[in-house]
């Protein structure tokens, strides 16, 4: 519940004062969902299968067995996905592999947060390295 909340006030359209009621309302401390959403952050800029594995399961409505097909992965696997998942408070697991997803739609990330600003330093070098060695322009040259 905790990234849950964080998840959902993330995309600044809600003052810090509310936010900070938020909290107190449903008796979290502020603290606690920061950490929640740092490490969240932190486990998907370490480790980008992850993030990719979230996106197949919660974008594009993957199921996990979907995902082993397709990724040729094994059910070992999956297991330690999900249980990533539930660790940094994304998923509530129960028997096998059901799981209810504690994060919704729109899924934003924090301004400053790593992952976020790796991945538009990569895009950024891709396009300059593209633009230099006219990968991609072909038509244009």
Known sequence: MVCAVKRQ???????????LALCDAVGLDYNEVWNAIEK??????????????????????KTPGDIEKFCSISSASTE??????QDIGIIKRSD??????????????????????D????????????????????DLL
């Open 80 to 85: 330690r996905y999900l249980n990533n998942f």
């Open 96 to 117: 096998n592999q059901y799981f209810k997803f504690l994060v919704s739609f729109p899924i934003d990330f924090s301004q400053g947060s790593v992952m976020v600003t």
């Open 9 to 19: 006030l993330n995309a600044g359209e809600i003052s810090l004062s509310k936010f």
């Open 119 to 138: 991945n538009i330093h990569k895009n950024l070098n891709t396009i300059g390295d593209n633009i230099v060695t006219g990968e991609g322009h072909a």
């Open 40 to 61: 969240q952050d932190m486990a998907f800029y370490c480790h980008p299968a992850l993030y990719t594995y979230f996106k197949a399961l919660f974008h594009f409505k």
